[in-house]
């Protein structure tokens, strides 16, 4: 079958890598793509956002899957697009509709979709502009009523940024000011305040066809720029799977109290779900909480959960869009896969784009996975402010993470930086 991947980061060319494997496969093609999904498939320069433009690739190509990486598409309904036209509504979309990525879309939506059904997480107040009045007097009031570090959301995507932690209650209402005054934009108009957990994160994906669901390699990421995880936030620097506090015992309580609440409660709120759910979660003492919620899969973590899985991707997706993925297996790899991110001197502030990359053709026991890059003039260059995601696997997560770094130490472009600590934690 042919299929449609969207999106050009890392988490689509590990995609593209596994989908390629598939003997399902016909043709795939990747908009826009990358450098490194240019090796896996047909490339096309079609914006992520440009449905009218996607839909007619669909229909030319007679794709068949089409599958969402990133969420700002998924936010603005792709999924509905699909659907609402008469000759695709075959199509089968692999990501959710508007109403199911609020999920990631809306901070506080996937906080009272929590409450509801249930579902353990930090205890949050939401306040907002929609009325014209800054609510600071209140919302200054919940934040001295809680103990530091306090946590700041603003509710709408705002490119991963629009998390911050603070110690110091007079900075957090400062920049609870900040955000309702445009600091990033209409995603901060409205913002959940909530109680700092104290624990360990990971995340743990799904994939869910509305009814049933399999269980994919849970993975940790790291994502400030610094070692020791210090810094600036950035979209991850690095990751491993599998995470070893992330036993049986707590698995069954992320399922019973969390994955199942969650599948039952987007049923029962009549959502139409086809695709990941991602599950940002912190052990608390070997409790399982919700920190967030995303709509697809997680970059870095895709570079370490997609290596892992055995089973026939193309085939799982297939089974989601028929509503059929019951009964089916996902076989995973016992070995340890590491990810090491190379990013781009300055990231995550200004950073140039358009530098060459030298070492991308020498033989590695890994995976190269491009996550900004681009060809000019037949070379392979930087374009974006993380550039290339080295995946290994072995043994163990540590073994894993010497062949990833052993990796790193032939590939070179000007400015490139990365962590060298990548599991220091575990």
Not at 118 to 138: L, Q, V
Not at 219 to 231: F, L, N, P, Q, S
Not at 274 to 282: N, T, W
Request: hydrophobic share 40%.
């Amino acid at each position: 079958m042919n299929v449609l991947l969207i999106g050009s980061g890392g988490r689509e060319h590990a995609l593209a890598w596994k989908l390629k494997q598939s003997p399902l496969l016909t043709k795939l093609f990747i908009a826009p793509g990358n450098a490194g999904t240019a090796l896996c498939g047909i490339n096309v320069p079609i914006a992520v956002d440009n449905f009218p433009a996607l839909a007619q690739l669909v229909r030319s190509e007679k794709i068949k899957i089409v599958v969402v990486g990133p969420e700002d598409p998924l936010v603005k309904g792709i999924s509905d697009y699909f659907k609402e036209q008469d000759d695709l509504r075959w199509v089968g979309v692999i990501g959710p509709d508007a109403s199911g990525a609020k999920l990631e879309g809306s901070k506080d939506f996937a906080k009272q979709f929590m409450e509801k059904n249930g579902i353990p997480t930090a205890r949050y107040r939401t306040f907002s502009m929609a009325k014209g009045e800054e609510p600071i007097a209140e919302a200054e009031a919940y934040i001295r009523s809680l103990n530091p570090p306090y946590v700041l959301k603003a509710d709408g995507l705002a490119a991963g940024k629009g998390v911050v932690i603070l110690n110091d209650a007079d900075q957090a209402v400062s920049e609870l000011a900040a955000m309702f005054g445009g600091k990033f934009g209409s995603a901060g108009k409205k913002v959940v305040i909530e109680e700092f957990l104290d624990g360990i994160e990971l995340s743990v994906f799904v994939l869910t066809d509305g009814d049933s669901w399999v269980l994919l390699p849970e993975a940790k990421d790291y994502k400030r720029i610094g070692e020791g995880d210090t810094g600036l936030n950035t979209g991850g620097m690095g990751a491993v799977s599998p995470v070893s506090f992330a036993n049986e015992a707590f698995m069954d309580k992320v399922k019973e109290r969390i994955i199942e609440p969650t599948i039952n409660g987007l049923r029962v709120s009549g959502i139409r779900y086809q695709g990941f759910i991602f599950f940002g979660l912190i052990s608390v003492k070997g409790e399982p909480f919700v920190i967030e919620y995303n709509v697809r899969l997680g970059d870095p973590e895709s570079e370490v959960v997609i290596p892992r899985i055995e089973s026939d991707l193309l085939e799982l997706f297939s089974a989601t869009a028929e509503r059929k993925l019951k009964g089916k297996k996902l076989e995973i790899s016992e070995e340890s896969a590491a990810t090491v991110m190379m990013v781009s001197g300055g990231y995550p502030g200004d950073y140039q784009k358009g530098l060459p990359i030298s070492g991308l053709d020498m033989q590695t026991d890994g995976i190269i996975f491009h996550a900004g890059t681009t060809v000019r003039e037949k070379l392979v260059v930087t374009n974006g402010g993380r550039v290339l995601a080295l995946t290994s696997l072995d043994a163990n997560w540590k073994k894993a993470l010497e062949k990833s770094y052993k990796t790193a130490e032939n590939i070179s472009f000007d400015g490139m930086y990365y962590r060298r600590d990548i599991g220091f934690d575990l």
